[in-house]
């Protein structure tokens, strides 16, 4: 996108760049409202011209989606090209590849989450797009690291990589005020301290599955979301980055495996709830979806919750409760602020691997709360993050909040990408890597 700005422009000729305005316009709207929360009419505004004018470049909202998300992509891997098309020596290359892709990332904030949530709604063909541009990113920092630590296994260099890009894409996931030179200056070291990170000997490096099913692209809707790179070919299995699995991490009692007490009927809908938004979007999937998988008649969802918003409102507010109670009890048990810090990432870690669609739910669908509860939400959220906050200050005095801030949103990022790398698998070491990692990139 060569547009910087969405202001709008004067009436008059047509600017050439008409075309990237829209798409910028629009991707920042559905990073801001989601993709089924924006009209033509409301991107429009936002570039200054009518709806009808809209068409004269894009057939329909969708094409807007894929021309912004190929072009967000498309931005980063040439930013990464060309800061490697210098020759030099790999650590020289790294430095100027990581300040790349933090450039463009810092630059491209408001539209950064684009791949991560709203990518979902593309067609499985164009999310393969989008996976296959992300894993040729990743492979040219997996190549250029293995460069500079030629004895590193292959899979590590995968994980670290993935981190490292993890770390400098969290930009885009929160509204932390900062400068933009400040906040590419840190993005970049902690993606060099991940980068250089010694992994703990005693744990294998994971076993990164190829898509399966349950996998982006696999259901009729148009897939899971895309929030890293997965396989290009059999030739590249050791660059997957990413397999989406949704199976058994609600948090919630299992739903349909057997008759249900009438107790436990709202249960069974917070549980079918969780899932069905996690794996189809919010937009995607309707009352008459969750009360049959849930084995209870429309009519009957009715008694338990108002409306699907509520319902939405109540898996956030189930989120939150076990997000606050795991980090009460870290924080209770803690013998100093760097004790508390590691046991704070501890409960995160355990919290996301256990109920990964419950966290992925209360991190993706904000905007589709009811005002009233996704202001009360949003200041849970910004409690949970100023914890991090006060402990990172405390440890490193050198930060200033607003760096800490940043740095904390950046490893709780870290945690659900690497979640979803890892498959989320609880039986081969993953936890224990995210949270070394985590930790490590926070204090160095």
Known sequence: MQATSTAQTTPGRRPRNRKAQIALAAAELFCERGYHGVGIDEIAAVVGISGPAVYRHFPNKYAILLHASRELIDTLVTAADEALAVPDEPAERMARLLAATARVSVQRRRVGALYQWQARYLEPAHQGEVRAGLTALVRRITDLLLELRPDLPRPSAVLLSRAALSAIGSISTHRCAIADSRAEQILRSAAWTLLTADLPADVAAPVLLPPGPGQAGSESSGGDRVAGADAAGDDTADDTEVRHVTAGGSGLPDGGSAPMRPGSRREALLTEAVRLFDRLGYHAVSIDDI???????????????????DLLAAVYYRAAERLSTSTTSALATASSP??????????YVDLTFAHNDLVSVYLAENNNLPAPDRHELRRLQREHVEEWVRLLVTI???????????????????VMDLGRTTSFNRSNGSEQLVRFLALRMLVP
């Not at 009519?299 to 699907?308: A, L, Q, T």
């Not at 760097?338 to 409960?347: G, H, K």
């Not at 607003?402 to 709780?412: D, F, G, T, V």
């Open 338 to 347: 760097a004790d508390a810090l590691r046991r704070l990432i501890d409960a």
């Open 396 to 414: 490193r005095p050198e930060l200033a909040a607003n760096e800490a801030r940043l740095l904390a949103h950046a490893a709780l990022n870290l």
């Open 291 to 309: 009360g049959r998988a849930a084995g209870i008649n429309a009519s009957g969802v009715y008694r338990y919750f108002p409306g699907k918003a």
